[in-house]
């Protein structure tokens, strides 16, 4: 019995792994677009526009093609980073998705595909594709359900279904009509979607004030986004409350830097007034280094920041910019500096109380313009040997000497 167990296990394993290889891929089907412009994000903000006078009231869209990819693209990102195409032909919606994930040995891409067809008043899957993988129909039309039904989806289902009205496909457009009332149910929805961090939205609106302010002759600067968040915590937040909004904060600024990247994590509709680059030391690599480990280490997985940051330049030294001790330096700041944001209350709110004042960016990043980068694979081995080795331990040496003689990593 207990063979026969380890070989049904050991099936499902396969078909498992042998399902991941047909379904990702190195390469998206479809090709990868740039994200929402400007004016795209607004064309979708006015599509989805409810005037307060239309709160009760029944409303009805028509979008056509363009509008339509716009729109989905816009609430998907919301969700996860993907490329969407669909096409409006006679009755049908034909429906490309290129869903981005963490990198695998089968890839970085989930592909979708699907029809969807008008049946009376109801729509239905036809032709669905995951990867390579064709699902029948029946299939299909029972397994999107369920899928929906049984993840966080059901949440955004209820919602279209207590809201959305009616549904139909013609040959130019969708037309949806809709309660006006949608939009406050929405709004609820991402309030408590972020529930753990009620005050991220608050910053990052702080942070669309100070872009919106910022004089665009002068490079924008990391603690130019930092000082003032911390500040506002310090004075406005309750003490206890110090791990959580330092979270909150490096998110927030995780959120501006990394604004494609992070698109999961902002509150629906957040539109920046400005996006300008972030810099320290006249370098943008810095900031987006820094602020990816601290939001690594402070979902506690800084030994994976470190390793990711290894990884990243050793990645380059082969074929990319080249090894870079200086972006090496920032990830380790940036791990520490996320340490001591979530370490303790104490640790949390004394880093509030220096960050309050902190208006240079080399009290948070030490000096990194003497430390080598841009080396190839030969030039790193030639210098440093390999990772680890005693030469590449000393310098590692030395710019924890750098970070550690900061006054805010001395807490």
Do not use: C
Not at 245 to 252: H, S, V
């Amino acid at each position: 019995m207990l063979k026969f167990l380890l070989y049904i296990l050991l099936s499902l394993a396969i078909l498992f792994v042998g399902l991941l290889f047909f379904a990702i891929d190195d390469t998206p089907l479809l090709k990868i677009h740039q994200g929402l412009n400007r004016e795209d994000i607004q064309r979708a903000k006015q599509l989805l526009h409810v005037a307060p006078e239309e709160r009760g009231q029944l409303k009805t869209v028509s979008l056509d093609q363009k509008d339509l990819n716009i729109a989905v693209s816009y609430l998907l990102n919301h969700f996860a980073e993907n490329t969407t195409q669909i096409q409006i032909v006679d009755d049908r919606l034909m429906i490309q998705i290129a869903i981005f994930v963490p990198k695998s040995p089968w890839g970085r891409y989930l592909d979708f595909s699907f029809n969807l067809r008008q049946v009376d008043d109801a729509i239905v899957i036809k032709s669905l594709k995951i990867g390579e993988i064709s699902i029948p129909d029946p299939a299909a039309n029972l397994l999107i359900p369920a899928i929906v039904h049984n993840t966080p989806l059901e949440q955004h289902w209820q919602l279209l279904s207590q809201y959305v009205k009616k549904v139909r496909i013609s040959p130019q457009a969708l037309e949806i009509s809709y309660l006006g009332s949608i939009v406050d149910a929405a709004k609820q929805l991402a309030i408590q979607k972020h529930r753990d961090y009620p005050n991220l939205h608050r910053y990052q609106q702080q942070i669309n004030e100070i872009v919106s302010q910022h004089d665009p002759s002068w490079r924008l600067s990391i603690t130019d986004l930092l000082q003032p968040l911390f500040l506002t915590a310090y004075q406005q937040t309750p003490a206890e409350d110090a791990i959580q909004e330092n979270r909150a904060i490096i998110i927030a600024v995780g959120s501006y830097i990394y604004k494609h990247d992070l698109r999961r994590y902002l509150p629906l509709g957040l539109v920046y007034s400005k996006e300008y680059p972030v810099f320290a030391y006249k370098r943008i690599d810095i900031p987006q280094h820094f602020i990816a480990s601290a939001l690594l280490a402070i979902i506690d997985s800084s030994l994976l920041g470190e390793q990711i940051g290894i990884d990243k330049e050793l990645g380059d030294a082969q074929k990319g910019s080249g090894f870079s001790f200086i972006d090496l330096t920032a990830d380790r700041a940036g791990t520490r500096f996320g340490q001591i944001a979530v370490a303790s209350t104490e640790e949390a709110r004394e880093l509030q109380r220096i960050m309050s004042s902190t208006k240079d960016y080399s009290s948070v990043i030490p000096e990194v313009q003497d430390l080598p980068e841009h080396m190839d694979e030969a030039t790193f081995a030639s210098k440093f040997q390999s990772v680890g080795s005693s030469a590449y331990n000393e310098l590692i040496q030395q710019i924890d000497d750098r970070i550690k003689a900061l006054p805010l990593y001395q807490i």
